[in-house]
């Protein structure tokens, strides 16, 4: 079936310091890959997120990258700050269908 | 707008009860969804309504049912409750256009089945 895939499950950077999680899905038809934030104790919400039609977008210290071919995708955080520390979600998702199917997530802590 | 509420926020079961968590919206979104999240393993969903009237199963719909009442209220019911339904309940909403898939997410209902 549809699977997401998410490393690390844990990561602790230095504040300033970036951060780097890696995902990988398995639908071809994937065209919407999106990344959510969760605070402790909080709802998700999201972050940013691409689309197949573009390799790259960013959005002030958050980017994230997209390779088609090998099914990849990845959310890059830099100059990382306390307020980051959260858990992040990626996600997949195509146009056509209704289902998000979610990665399991890494918990980020950014220690100042 | 108050966006995606849900009740109640925090639930003890014993092994065997049932009970129904709620959800509302009011962004007039077409779809919503019921999610659980356990330590480890995400966001798995456990049923979905595209749209009014229609319902089908996620990933994890065993020991679940679902309503969609109308277009704002989609209910989640336990019929008969056990240990392993121990878990975080999020319900979503989504409009699910090409220039707006973001999933707006409830507050959780945080449920512990003794």
């Known amino acids: 079936g549809e699977n997401v895939e998410q490393h690390p499950s844990t990561l602790s950077v230095q504040e300033g310091d970036s951060a780097v999680i890696k995902c990988t899905y398995s639908?071809?038809?994937?065209?919407?890959f999106p990344w959510y934030k969760q605070e402790l104790g909080k709802r998700p919400q999201l972050i940013i997120d691409?689309?197949?039609?573009?390799g790259e977008k960013k959005d002030q210290r958050i980017a994230v990258t997209l390779n088609k071919t090998a099914k990849h995708f990845s959310l890059h955080i830099t100059e990382t700050q306390p307020e980051d520390s959260a858990v992040y979600f990626c996600?997949?998702?195509?146009?056509?269908?209704?289902?998000?199917?979610f990665g399991a997530g890494t918990r980020l802590f950014v220690k100042a | 707008n108050a966006g995606v509420t849900q009740t109640p926020k925090f639930q003890v079961l014993k092994t065997g009860q049932s009970m129904t968590l709620q959800c509302a919206q009011d962004?007039?979104?077409?779809?919503m969804y019921w999610y659980r999240q356990d330590p480890g393993m995400g966001l798995r969903l456990i049923y979905y309504s595209a749209s009014e009237g229609t319902t089908d199963k996620g990933e994890v719909p065993n020991g679940y049912n679902v309503s969609r009442l109308n277009k704002r209220e989609f209910s989640l019911r336990l019929e008969s409750a056990a240990p392993s339904q121990t878990s975080v309940y999020f319900c979503?909403?989504?409009?699910?256009?090409?220039?707006?898939?973001?999933?707006?997410f409830g507050p959780g209902t945080r449920l512990t089945v003794t």
């Open positions: 691409i689309r197949s039609n573009v």
């Open positions: 962004m007039n979104h077409n779809s």
């Open positions: 639908d071809s038809a994937s065209n919407y």
């Open positions: 979503a909403s989504s409009e699910l256009t090409w220039g707006d898939r973001e999933q707006y």
């Open positions: 996600a997949s998702a195509h146009t056509g269908g209704f289902k998000t199917i």
